[in-house]
Each structure stands twice: as structure tokens, then as C-alpha cells.
């Protein structure tokens, strides 16, 4: 079984503290994922990578970089964290579909606060 | 933005009965896919079920289906016999030929009535 594993469930920080999200896959997925999940707005898509040292911006990037040096770790980067990013962060992984059929792999997801 | 909706932010069922939570996207792309995932309480995101754009038969898995209307524009998500165990959030999802990129829509919260 794919597993997919984020370094925090909890964490809290403040506001302008440079913070970094980890996520560690097991099974040599090509892709990931981060998406923040918020009520009533469902995952939305942060950054994804479909190879070490790639990466393409999603929907809401701003605020957010991300890191990918080996292929089963994808890091978020929150270079200078503000209150509007208190959230779930959820990383995922799937393999390249050869027609998108690859479901995505979640982790258990990050509770960060911002103060 | 190319995106996922989901009109009905909540929805009770009877205990086995039949619901339908629906789905509408839009896309550019000529092969994508559509996914169904199901967040209980607990947090877990899991798979439900799978459409591929080109697929002619509606999937199914179990007591799910996928209602998929191309035309239309359309992947709905069929419950048959609800169990108290459905609910939970269910979320509609679109990725992209390779899965490179897939978003969700706000998602659906299902509420099982004993």
C-alpha cells in the first residue's frame, strides 16, 4: 500500500516565520501534490512536480514555493507565513497516468495555524 | 481557471436509499479524467471511483457509479443503498492527460438519516 507521509499533523507559527511542509512518498510516484483545504472551498491546488527538480504552479502559488530534490520527498515553503495561510495542507502522490487514470495518494495532512 | 463544481454544499438520504451528488467541469483538454474521493470525519482522503474521458460505459465500483454525460459536461456520483458509513465529504475531481494536474471542486457534505 502506497504510503504517503507528512512530517506534522499540528503545527503553529508566526506570522513572517519562514515555514517548511514535508511530505515522503514510498512508492515511486512521479507526481505530487499540495493543496490547502479550507470550508466551503474544497483542495485547492497549490504546486505540483512530475519529476525531481520540476515543478508547476496551481491555482494559488502566491505566498508558496516548493522543493523537490529526490523524487519521493516534496517540501512546501512558506518563505514569510501570514495569517490568511492558517489551513490544512494536504500532499498527495500518484503515478503519471498514461491516460490520467492514476487516482491521487493523500497524506493524513498539516493543521498549520498562523499567529 | 478551469474548474470542478458542486451545487449541492449539503444533501440528507435515507438510509439505503439511492443519491446523486453532481458534478460539472470544464476543460480544454481532449483526454482528461474524473475522480471521485470520499473524506469522512476522520480527515483520510480516499479514491472512490474513476472516469476516463474516452471510457464509452459509466464506471462502477461496488454501490458506486459514475453518471458521465461528455456532452454535458457532467460527472455525477451515485450512492445505491446508503449506509450510515457514507457519511462524509465527497469530493469531484478533474486531472489532466497524465494526472499532472488535478483539481477538485468545494466538495459535497452527505448526511445518512437512520
Known amino acids: 500500500d502506497v504510503k504517503v507521509t507528512q512530517s506534522s499533523r499540528y503545527l503553529v507559527k508566526r506570522t513572517g516565520e519562514k515555514v517548511f511542509l514535508e511530505c515522503v512518498q514510498d512508492?515511486?510516484?512521479?507526481?505530487m501534490f499540495w493543496y490547502r483545504q479550507d470550508p466551503g472551498l474544497g483542495l485547492r491546488l497549490i504546486y505540483f512536480s512530475y519529476d525531481v527538480k520540476m515543478k508547476e504552479k496551481g491555482d494559488i502559488p502566491e505566498g508558496y514555493s516548493v522543493s523537490r530534490e529526490k523524487k519521493e520527498r516534496f517540501s512546501l515553503i512558506l518563505e514569510s507565513a501570514s495569517t490568511n495561510q492558517t489551513s490544512m495542507y494536504l500532499c498527495?502522490?500518484?503515478?503519471?497516468?498514461?491516460?490520467?487514470?492514476?487516482?491521487?495518494?493523500f497524506g493524513n495532512g498539516t493543521r498549520l495555524t498562523v499567529t | 481557471a478551469q474548474k470542478i463544481t458542486q451545487t449541492q454544499p449539503g444533501m440528507f438520504v435515507q438510509e439505503k436509499e439511492a443519491v446523486t451528488l453532481d458534478c460539472t467541469y470544464d476543460?480544454?483538454?481532449?483526454?482528461?479524467?474524473l475522480f471521485w474521493y470520499k473524506q469522512p470525519s476522520s480527515g483520510e482522503m480516499i479514491f472512490l471511483i474513476y472516469q476516463g474521458s474516452y471510457d464509452q460505459q459509466n464506471a462502477t465500483e461496488g454501490r458506486y457509479s459514475l453518471n458521465f454525460q461528455k456532452a454535458r459536461k457532467s460527472a455525477n456520483l451515485v450512492i445505491s443503498a446508503s449506509q450510515l458509513g457514507d457519511s462524509a465529504m465527497y469530493f469531484c475531481?478533474?486531472?489532466?492527460?497524465?494526472?499532472?494536474?488535478?483539481?477538485f471542486g468545494a466538495g459535497t457534505r452527505l448526511f445518512v438519516k437512520a
Open positions: 498527495a502522490s500518484s503515478l503519471i497516468g498514461r491516460d490520467s487514470g492514476s487516482p491521487l495518494h
Open positions: 512508492m515511486d510516484h512521479e507526481n
Open positions: 476543460t480544454s483538454d481532449p483526454s482528461y479524467g
Open positions: 475531481a478533474r486531472a489532466n492527460t497524465g494526472g499532472f494536474k488535478t483539481i
